[in-house]
C-alpha cells in the first residue's frame, strides 16, 4: 500500500534507522539491540491490518511512497503515528491511479479523522495527516480501504490522540466549529480569482453560510459568557456569508467576503475555546491562512 501525506503506500512518515557494526558496539550492546530487533519484528503487522487506534512506527522513511507492514506499538510508548480513521474507495470500477487514490484520501480523511479527534488544535506540533492506501496491485487482489493517520516526521509523539472526555459543551462547539471550516474548504473553487469563477464563490459561501447557521442555533445551548460572545459574532458573520453569496457582481462579492470571511477567523475563538477548557493555541497553517 502507498502512504502519502497521503498510499498503502506510506508516503509520508519515516522512521531513520541507525547502521550499527557489532564490532563498534560492546557486548551488553549488542545484546540489547538483538532483544529490540526481535521485540519490533514481534510487533510487525501488515498495513492492511491497521485499525484507528492503532500507534505505530513506519519501517521507512516519511518521504518514500510504498510500505508494505509497521511496527504496532502501545500508544503510551513513544511513536511517530496513530490511525484515527478509515474507509473503503467505492464507486471505481479501476483503479483510479495514484494521483486519484490520494485525492480521494484527501477529501476524505480529514473528515473521517474528526470522528476520532475532534480537537485539531489539541494534536502535537509537527503531527500532520497522512494516510495509506491502495496500489495498483493491491487493487487486484481487492484492497479498497485507505487508513488516515497523523504522523510526525521528525522525532515522536506519546498517548493516544483520541477525544474520549469531551463535555457536551465541548462537543457541540467543536462538531459547529469543525463542520464550518469543512464547508469552507472542501467547497474552495479551483479558481484562485473571484472574477474567474464568481458562481463557484457564491456556492462556497452559501454552503459556508449553511453551515455558521447550523453552528450558531446549536451554541444557544451554551451559556457561557464567551461563547455568548461569539454565538452574537458569529451571527453577524453568518449574515455576511448570507450577502456573498446572493451578491449581484464581484464588487459586492468582495465587501461581503471581505467582512465574512474576516468574521471567521480562528483567533478570535481563542476567548470562548479557552472558557470551553479546549486547546488555544492555533494550528500554524490557519494562522498563516488568516495573517495573509
Not at 66 to 84: I, L, M, N, R, W
Not at 97 to 125: L, N, Y
Not at 228 to 238: G, I, M, N, S
Given at each position: ?244 453569496a446572493s451578491a449581484g457582481n464581484t464588487d459586492d ?40
Amino acid at each position: 500500500m502507498f502512504f502519502g501525506v497521503t498510499s498503502r503506500s506510506a508516503r509520508g512518515i519515516s522512521a531513520a534507522v541507525a547502521l550499527l557494526a557489532i564490532g563498534a558496539v560492546g557486548c551488553a550492546d549488542a545484546i540489547d539491540s538483538a532483544k529490540a530487533g526481535a521485540k519490533k519484528a514481534v510487533r510487525q503487522r501488515s498495513v492492511f491490518s491497521l485499525t484507528p487506534g492503532d500507534c505505530y512506527n513506519p519501517n521507512k522513511a516519511v518521504s518514500e511512497s510504498e510500505e508494505f507492514s509497521v511496527e504496532v506499538v502501545p500508544c503510551e510508548e513513544a511513536h511517530k503515528g496513530q490511525v484515527v480513521g478509515e474507509f473503503a474507495i467505492e464507486g471505481e470500477s479501476a483503479y483510479p491511479g495514484d494521483s486519484g487514490a490520494s485525492k480521494i484520501a484527501d477529501e476524505r480523511c480529514p473528515t473521517e479523522s474528526q470522528k476520532f479527534i475532534s480537537d485539531t488544535w489539541a494534536v502535537p506540533e509537527g503531527v500532520d495527516l497522512f494516510y495509506y492506501y491502495p496500489t495498483s496491485e493491491s487493487w487486484e487482489t481487492g484492497d479498497r480501504a485507505v487508513s488516515c493517520t497523523y504522523a510526525k516526521e521528525s522525532g515522536t509523539f506519546s498517548g493516544s490522540l483520541e477525544d474520549k472526555s469531551l463535555n457536551t459543551d465541548q462537543t457541540t462547539y467543536l462538531k459547529g466549529a469543525n463542520a464550518v471550516y469543512e464547508a469552507l474548504w472542501s467547497s474552495q473553487p479551483e479558481a484562485d480569482q473571484i472574477e474567474d469563477d464568481l458562481p463557484g464563490y457564491k456556492k462556497q459561501a452559501k454552503a459556508v453560510a449553511s453551515a455558521l447557521n447550523t453552528h450558531v442555533a446549536a451554541l444557544k445551548a451554551v451559556e457561557q459568557p464567551e461563547t455568548v460572545k461569539l454565538r452574537t459574532q458569529l451571527e453577524e458573520t453568518a449574515e455576511a456569508w448570507k450577502d456573498a453569496a446572493s451578491a449581484g457582481n464581484t464588487d459586492d462579492f468582495y465587501v461581503a467576503y471581505d467582512l465574512a470571511f474576516t468574521g471567521i477567523d480562528p483567533h478570535k475563538t481563542v476567548a470562548a475555546r479557552k472558557e470551553l477548557k479546549l486547546a488555544t493555541t492555533i494550528p500554524a497553517d490557519d494562522a498563516e491562512v488568516w495573517a495573509s
